[in-house]
């Protein structure tokens, strides 16, 4: 008996459930940018996969890694990356750890974040901040929010006083924003600083490429990837390799890692260096279904491609975005469509509570988010343009409602 999955997930439409999101119960599910529903193929992996463990225990193991190491190909060619510079992580976070606990640190080292960012980004490098007396340098996202040029003069002028790591998302998670990876990546080359981006938020329905000039990048697969959580990567350019030394190191990390268990005797060795590649930071265990189910939900970016679906998310959030104004909504999003993302934010009028009102949607078959205050709304690919009058009847309603 194969591990593999029964079937070929169908193949996925514009504006269309039929195939991936039938049991979907809301009629407007608009918030994959905080955990995608699980699509019926993807569900259908993962039973898949435990079944064929059920029938076959270890037996099944070999299709399962053969597959693992083909997603790894195929994640990599989303990012135009190798795939020797992936490592398999939990989630964005444990990316985020990864790198920040790797790198070789100078006391004096300056790290540059910004104000308005996903603790996911933030936290760890503060604390190695901590351990190794770096030096925070906190920018504004309000700078970037009022133009891509004020806010990159600000980061001129931080990088000007000499900076280590530049951490930055390449989606905002409030606000939507579309960060200028580009110029970013520009302007830390040009001053010898690293960068590491957060792209959980855009990763498999914004346009990313390490092309753009990244060194470092992390993110899970459980928003535009369509994948259950537990299962992320990160990306290590692989000139940064060499200047990385893992803060954890566990059995899978060493070359050859395996052969004492399938090539016989001899082969068990303490002192077999560790791998050079991003495989490395894969000490140990994987989560075997969460990558199953990434094996299936990352379909919808390689088949439809990733600037087809950035472009129907948009025009959905477009007409959406027109009719919120019209009930009294201020809009986050950029006027600029080189800084549109797939999340659309606002804020309600004037004196309405977002926690209340975001209930009162829920409660009608909207389905949304309040980060820090604000109402996003986050299509995918399955959602149709035809749901935005049906969305806005339930605003209607909801405002009502709360008063």
């Given at each position: 008996?194969?591990?593999?999955?029964?079937?070929?997930?169908?193949?996925?439409?514009?504006?269309?459930?039929?195939?991936?999101?039938?049991?979907?119960?809301?009629?407007?599910?608009?918030?994959?940018?905080?955990?995608?529903?699980?699509?019926?193929?993807?569900?259908?992996?993962?039973?898949?996969?435990?079944?064929?463990?059920?029938?076959?225990?270890?037996?099944?193991?070999?299709?399962?890694?053969?597959?693992?190491?083909?997603?790894?190909?195929?994640?990599?060619?989303?990012?135009?990356?190798?795939?020797?510079?992936?490592?398999?992580?939990?989630?964005?976070?444990?990316?985020?750890?990864?790198?920040?606990?790797?790198?070789?640190?100078?006391?004096?080292?300056?790290?540059?974040?910004?104000?308005?960012?996903?603790?996911?980004?933030?936290?760890?490098?503060?604390?190695?901040?901590?351990?190794?007396?770096?030096?925070?340098?906190?920018?504004?996202?309000?700078?970037?929010?009022?133009?891509?040029?004020?806010?990159?003069?600000?980061?001129?002028?931080?990088?000007?006083?000499?900076v280590r790591l530049v951490a930055v998302s390449a989606v905002q998670f409030r606000s939507g924003l579309r960060m200028p990876l580009e110029a970013i990546a520009q302007r830390c080359r040009a001053r010898g600083a690293e960068l590491f981006v957060d792209a959980i938020q855009g990763l498999g329905a914004t346009p990313l490429h390490v092309d753009m000039g990244f060194d470092y990048l992390a993110s899970g697969g459980h928003k535009w990837l369509l994948a259950t959580e537990g299962a992320?990567?990160?990306?290590?350019?692989?000139?940064?390799?060499?200047?990385?030394?893992?803060?954890?190191?566990?059995?899978?990390?060493?070359?050859?890692?395996?052969?004492?268990?399938?090539?016989?005797?001899?082969?068990?060795?303490?002192?077999?260096?560790?791998?050079?590649?991003?495989?490395?930071?894969?000490?140990?265990?994987?989560?075997?279904?969460?990558?199953?189910?990434?094996?299936?939900?990352?379909?919808?970016?390689?088949?439809?491609?990733?600037?087809?679906?950035?472009?129907?998310?948009?025009?959905?959030?477009?007409?959406?975005?027109?009719?919120?104004?019209?009930?009294?909504?201020?809009?986050?999003?950029?006027?600029?469509?080189?800084?549109?993302?797939?999340?659309?934010?606002?804020?309600?009028?004037?004196?309405?509570?977002?926690?209340?009102?975001?209930?009162?949607?829920?409660?009608?078959?909207?389905?949304?988010?309040?980060?820090?205050?604000?109402?996003?709304?986050?299509?995918?690919?399955?959602?149709?343009?035809?749901?935005?009058?049906?969305?806005?009847?339930?605003?209607?309603?909801?405002?009502?409602?709360?008063?």
């Amino acid at each position: 008996m194969s591990a593999a999955p029964a079937t070929l997930p169908p193949l996925p439409r514009l504006g269309s459930r039929e195939g991936w999101f039938d049991a979907l119960r809301p009629f407007a599910y608009l918030n994959h940018a905080a955990v995608a529903p699980h699509a019926g193929p993807v569900r259908a992996a993962v039973l898949a996969c435990m079944d064929a463990y059920a029938a076959e225990g270890i037996g099944g193991f070999g299709a399962t890694l053969a597959r693992r190491q083909a997603l790894r190909a195929r994640l990599a060619a989303l990012l135009g990356a190798d795939g020797d510079e992936l490592a398999f992580v939990p989630n964005t976070t444990a990316g985020v750890i990864t790198v920040a606990q790797s790198i070789a640190w100078t006391p004096g080292d300056r790290v540059v974040l910004f104000r308005g960012e996903f603790p996911a980004n933030t936290t760890p490098w503060q604390l190695v901040a901590k351990q190794h007396g770096l030096e925070l340098v906190w920018l504004d996202l309000a700078d970037f929010d009022e133009s891509d040029d004020q806010g990159l003069a600000a980061l001129d002028s931080a990088l000007a006083r000499g900076v280590r790591l530049v951490a930055v998302s390449a989606v905002q998670f409030r606000s939507g924003l579309r960060m200028p990876l580009e110029a970013i990546a520009q302007r830390c080359r040009a001053r010898g600083a690293e960068l590491f981006v957060d792209a959980i938020q855009g990763l498999g329905a914004t346009p990313l490429h390490v092309d753009m000039g990244f060194d470092y990048l992390a993110s899970g697969g459980h928003k535009w990837l369509l994948a259950t959580e537990g299962a992320g990567l990160l990306y290590v350019r692989r000139e940064r390799m060499a200047g990385l030394t893992p803060h954890l190191a566990g059995w899978l990390g060493h070359e050859h890692a395996v052969d004492f268990l399938t090539r016989g005797p001899g082969h068990l060795d303490y002192d077999a260096p560790l791998r050079t590649d991003a495989e490395v930071f894969e000490p140990g265990t994987l989560n075997l279904l969460g990558y199953e189910a990434l094996g299936v939900g990352i379909v919808p970016a390689e088949q439809l491609g990733v600037s087809a679906i950035h472009v129907h998310v948009n025009a959905y959030l477009h007409a959406l975005e027109a009719e919120l104004v019209a009930l009294g909504f201020r809009s986050l999003r950029a006027a600029e469509a080189s800084r549109r993302s797939t999340l659309l934010s606002a804020h309600p009028p004037l004196g309405v509570d977002p926690v209340r009102l975001q209930a009162a949607l829920g409660a009608r078959s909207v389905i949304c988010a309040i980060p820090d205050g604000v109402l996003r709304f986050s299509p995918h690919f399955h959602n149709h343009a035809d749901e935005v009058p049906k969305v806005a009847a339930a605003v209607r309603e909801a405002l009502a409602a709360v008063g």
